[in-house]
């Protein structure tokens, strides 16, 4: 179960890598050396606008 703390970035992380940080599931259904497409997509800054707590 994912903790309060992965549930809530605060004001200006993104919402997605915020979460695969913190909740371990996220990562759950990948083989233990398998890149996360999710985190792969935002590596070197590229989180989309929409994804940002504001
Ligand atoms: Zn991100
Ligand atoms: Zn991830």
Redesign the pocket.
């Known amino acids: 179960m994912a903790s309060h703390t992965a549930l809530t970035p605060p004001r200006g992380e993104?919402?997605?890598?915020?979460l695969h940080t913190y909740d371990r599931a996220q990562h759950a259904h990948l083989a233990p050396r398998e890149d996360c497409p999710d985190?792969v997509?935002?590596m070197g800054g590229?989180?989309?606008d929409h994804?940002i707590v504001r």
């Open positions: 993104c919402r997605q890598c915020w985190c997509a935002h590229r989180h989309p994804m």
